[in-house]
């Protein structure tokens, strides 16, 4: 437990007092990622120096005490560090300004003292980086400033320092801005429930739920909470989580998780977790880890700033040595590539990454946007990736002399229709599109995760799965095995329909191609994606009429889970760079081996985790998408690049030859420094 003191509280916006901050340093970011995790906050700043952790909240989603206790409870000694840098605030622009105008009224001696105090910072912090035997930016501006001051020319020294300050605030509030844009995007959705207190039901929203409540779920209603089925039994869809369409069946005893939805029977449920806890609420936790991922060009902008560095001192010291001026020397100690390249960058992702977020693509990071650009082979995952995960019928089997194929799929789409079941959706469907007659029935009788009894003219008429017929009704198959192994080899679902124990018909299902998959295939092809591959448990003969309804230009059948990743493999060692897209748990090997690895909106949990891509669409066309705007962030990062190059040799330039002061020089450099930054946070917007 870390003692914390609330120094500060109104409604929407806290402040603690953290003493073990002072034992742990540059944990900062750390702990914004930890309280950003949970449903409902907007803001954390962390001020290190002076052991302050400031919250700002949504009222409606949360109250204060649960932040204070999330606080209370991290370990601190599990933190990760990261260097952190002071946090700019328009009271340090205040301050600076207020001193620039003092240094410019007050007598000389008065000028000093406040010039004096508040570049004190700016000085110490250039001191402290060459005794970390690092020359940085911080140093390059501590002797702009120093050297202004040490002449006595206390305003230029002021308003020197107020520029840096102000620069350096823009520069963190852009980066801040796409943060929060992005969490909130992505922060899980509240909905209203209902809540069970001492037998009586009242709505409530979901946000207000706590551990210990018990709420009613019925058919339809999305689960917002992880908790255990108390009473009843319904069928759950847990497609978001497990990639299988198939509704499964939940009593009393089983567990439910957060983002499924209910499908079929009403349950009572006592929630176990919730909020940032609850499985769909680490998404927001996801954002924040990827923010903080670096990329390989990212890397690269932050070498080349370090060296800019260096030569920005040489040409000072080369113009100092020709000219003498300090003057000179103060101008062009104020031009510095540092910022424009350093900050570009991960402003330019994390702005992709918003406007992405808003198309339903999730990049996770920087580096996955980079290693987009790079892909030229794409492997796809069949099922629930180039088609759905829902079924369509494909045959109708009769199997007695008095039912023709119209009168059997008939007969099912009017018992079917009385079930929410994905294939008795598919099942009525396909009566509707051969606008078949409703034929008369008795009541049905609903057998959760078995199938429908119902009566026809008299008799006991059943369908669903071959265990139930079998097991439970007694209905002999030994006469259809070679049938129905022929329908299974070539990957058919099949519902079995029964008359007096007497097998009838088969109605045979397969899920159908997605509507997008054929322009997807062709648009990366024109983005250069060359080669197209498809992975499938189908056989061979099955697989290649896909294959070649689709055009790919290789194909792998009748393979296992585990063969996945050794395919990816070896589609590297040939020399390609490879994206897979799948959804299933079995798919994890396979995106975490491919250099980019896509998870579909239906994929498993398993697979979203370990994605570099997510689509929160259900849809394939947002590869596409997502690889149009990788190229889009990679052509802005380049060209800023090139701006910030082509833009600061010229300030530096004109500062070196005495056309410009020390005070036009910061000006022009922390203008085209905002500029470039403007240029990069604008990509937010389509």
């Not at 005893?253 to 499908?263: E, N």
């Not at 290693?371 to 794409?378: E, L, P, Q, R």
Request: glycine share 6%.
């Amino acid at each position: 437990m870390n003692p914390i003191k609330l120094k500060h509280h109104v409604p929407g916006r806290i402040r603690f007092k953290v003493p073990k901050l002072r034992h742990h340093a540059d944990i900062g970011a750390w702990i914004k990622t930890s309280l950003m995790a949970i449903q409902g906050i907007s803001l954390v700043r962390v001020n290190e120096a002076a052991c302050s952790v400031v919250v700002e909240y949504e009222t409606q989603l949360l109250d204060y005490s649960i932040v204070e206790q999330r606080l209370s409870h991290l370990d601190f000694s599990e933190a990760t560090t990261e260097e952190s840098e002071h946090e700019f605030t328009r009271g340090d622009i205040a301050m600076n300004v207020i001193g620039t105008i003092s240094a410019a009224l007050l007598p000389q001696k008065w000028g000093a003292v406040t010039t004096a105090t508040l570049i004190a910072p700016t000085l110490l912090e250039g001191v402290k980086e060459l005794k970390d035997k690092n020359v940085s930016v911080e140093v390059l501006d501590a002797i702009a400033v120093g050297l202004s001051a040490w002449r006595g020319d206390y305003k230029t020294a002021m308003m020197t320092q107020s520029l840096i300050s102000l620069g350096e605030y823009m520069e963190q509030k852009t980066s801040r801005n796409s943060d929060e844009l992005l969490a909130d995007l992505m922060r899980p959705k509240d909905t209203i429930v209902w809540l069970v207190q001492d037998g009586v039901r009242t709505q409530v929203n979901s946000s207000t739920l706590q551990e210990g409540n018990v709420i009613e779920l019925a058919p339809g209603v999305l689960i917002p909470i992880d908790g255990t089925v108390i009473k009843g039994t319904a069928l759950i869809n847990q497609s978001s989580l497990t990639g299988e369409n198939v509704p499964v069946r939940r009593e009393e005893g089983a567990k439910v998780y957060s983002g499924t939805l209910v499908h079929e029977g009403t349950i009572l449920v006592r929630v176990d977790k919730v909020g940032s806890e609850a499985t769909t609420a680490q998404i927001a936790k996801l954002i924040y880890d990827s923010l903080s991922e670096k990329s390989e060009i990212q890397r690269v902008t932050q070498d080349m700033a370090d060296r800019r560095v260096k030569i920005t001192l040489g040409i000072g010291a080369a113009v100092f040595a020709l000219t003498q001026d300090i003057n000179r020397v103060a101008s062009v100690f104020l031009v510095d590539y540092s910022c424009a390249l350093k900050l570009s960058t991960p402003v330019t992702f994390k702005s992709i990454m918003y406007r992405a977020a808003q198309q339903g693509i999730l990049f996770k990071g920087g580096s996955a946007i980079e290693k987009m650009i790079g892909i030229d082979t794409c492997v796809f995952d069949k099922t629930g990736t180039l088609t759905h995960g829902d079924m369509e019928v494909t045959d109708v089997i009769p199997l007695c002399p008095s039912k023709n194929a119209r009168d059997l799929l008939a007969i099912a789409a009017s018992v079917e229709e009385h079930s929410n079941h994905p294939l008795s959706q598919a099942v009525v469907n396909a009566a509707k599109h051969n606008e078949l007659p409703h034929i008369e029935h008795g009541e049905v009788e609903y057998v959760i995760a078995h199938g429908l009894k119902t009566t026809l003219n008299g008799n006991l008429l059943v369908m669903g799965s071959r265990h139930f017929l079998e097991s439970h009704e007694n209905v002999d198959f030994s006469l259809v095995e070679e049938i129905i192994k022929q329908y299974e080899a070539e990957g058919r679902h099949l519902i079995y329909i029964s008359n007096e124990s007497t097998l009838i018909g088969m109605i045979g299902l397969r899920d159908h191609l997605r509507e997008d998959a054929l322009q997807t295939l062709t648009d990366l092809r024109k983005l250069g994606v060359n080669e197209l591959i498809m992975i499938t448990g189908d056989s061979t003969y099955k697989a290649q009429i896909l294959a070649d309804e689709l055009q790919l230009d290789r194909m792998y059948a009748q393979t296992v889970p585990s063969e996945k990743s050794s395919i990816i493999e070896s589609l590297q060692q040939e020399g390609k760079k490879v994206m897979f897209i799948g959804d299933g748990v079995n798919d994890a090997p396979a995106l975490t081996a491919a250099d980019v690895g896509v998870a579909m909106c239906r994929g498993t949990e398993l697979a979203r985790q370990v994605a570099d891509i997510v689509l929160l669409k259900d849809g394939l066309y947002g590869v596409v998408e997502a690889r149009e705007l990788a190229n889009i962030a990679m052509r802005v990062i380049h060209s800023n690049i090139k701006l910030a190059e082509y833009i600061n040799s010229g300030i530096m330039l004109a500062a070196a030859l005495g056309y410009l002061n020390p005070t036009l020089s910061a000006l022009l450099h922390n203008g085209t420094t905002l500029s470039i930054l403007g240029r990069s946070a604008a990509l937010r917007r389509a």
